[in-house]
């Protein structure tokens, strides 16, 4: 074990998550997979300066996901909180069960495979539309711009019913919500931005309800004395913002890796078997992992985890990069579609794993082999190294992706 925060450090500790190696930008922070190595909790500082337990084991990772003693609680300890919201409804996944399961209730029944199965046929028609206009647009073509990021913000769009003409205003919005280097004051001017617009939304919804996801909590919950309209925008705001960019980035950074990887590509592209490539976007999603700064908890009482006794309101950093990367997956370092990835952690684990998995993966199931068979040819347009990572965002990828085909 490292010791405790008691003791008082001669060097400062390194930073989370840290630098990838260039030579493979798709492994985990380099000092990660040492720590992991090495077992125990390691004492990081965070891009907002704070400092904290990064956990980088399988292991863990579960139980510290799983544990009732673990909170997401953002009123309760504001320093899971990236700048000050006090002014709006608190968003779910910032609560803690009985509260957070209430409100995360309302809305799983939107995300089901059964439900989300019915959108298939859309989010088909919506990887088509875009495929051809990145082929229209010529090479080289920016896929990130083209294609990775239109599909997510259109499907989740429609599901939200937000006019897909106002996805500049939030996708600026976004990106500043999840780049970490944002200030505090930018970010807060942000998501207040963003709130206000949903708001607005909102309302014009109780008066001209259309078939999407805030009519129908306007027509459920809000006329019920369930929900608030604020309420209602604050949810909103939590799928719009969770629903894009994730899924974007794996799409950019997916194909980026199977670029790499042309015989994986190969066995998605030749398949008509979904399974083969149901199986193959798992892996990738293993693989990838790309929530690298985005799973905070805080220690409710003093606890032991990893041999390491956590004190009661310190911070943890959970690095599912590192976890998907550990020994319960066989060369778990090598991209192979094939592989069995029961248990892998990308949506991460217990009560706050993700609401919107079912559709994430359809839409990758969906984007990705139609990209590889539409365009056999597909190359990247520049040199690895001229690719820009994205290092200092909640999720991993790529900023732009110039392809040739
Ligand atoms: C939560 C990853 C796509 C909505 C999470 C968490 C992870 C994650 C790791 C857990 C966070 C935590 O425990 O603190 C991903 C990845 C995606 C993706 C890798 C795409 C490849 C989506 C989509 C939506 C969505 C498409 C919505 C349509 C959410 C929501 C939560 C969440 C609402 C919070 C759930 C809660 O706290 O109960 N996601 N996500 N995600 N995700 Fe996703």
Known sequence: TTGNTDRHHITDPPDFPGARSPRCPFDPPTQQADWRRARGLREVRLTNGRTAWAVTRYDDVKKILSDPRISADGRR????????????????????????????????????????ETMRPHVRSVVDRFLSELVEAGQPA?????????????????????PYGDRAFFQTRSATLQFTGASPEDKKTAHRELFQYLVGLVERKETEPGDDLISRLMKERVATGEFTAREVAMNSLVILHAGHDTTANLIALGTLALLRNPQQADRIRETDDPRVVARAVEELLRYLSIS???VFRVATEDLVIGGQLVREGQMLTVSVPSANRDTVFEAADTLDVGRDTRGHLAFGYGVHQCLGQSLARVELQEALPALLRRL????????????????????YGVYVLPVAW
Do not use: C, W
């Not at 920016?142 to 019913?161: E, N, R, Y």
């Not at 056999?376 to 999720?395: I, K, M």
């Open 376 to 395: 056999p040819d597909l190359r990247l347009a520049v040199p690895l190294q001229d690719v820009r990572f994205r290092h200092d965002t909640a999720t």
């Open 77 to 116: 300890y504001p320093q899971l909180m990236n700048s000050d919201r006090t002014e709006q409804p608190q968003a779910f996944p910032r609560m803690d069960d009985p509260e957070h399961a209430r409100i995360r209730l309302t809305l799983t029944g939107e995300f089901t495979v059964k439900r989300v």
């Open 292 to 294: 690298q700064d985005l």
């Open 142 to 162: 920016d896929l990130v711009h083209h294609f990775a990021q239109p599909i997510p913000s259109t499907v989740i769009s429609l599901l939200l019913g937000v």
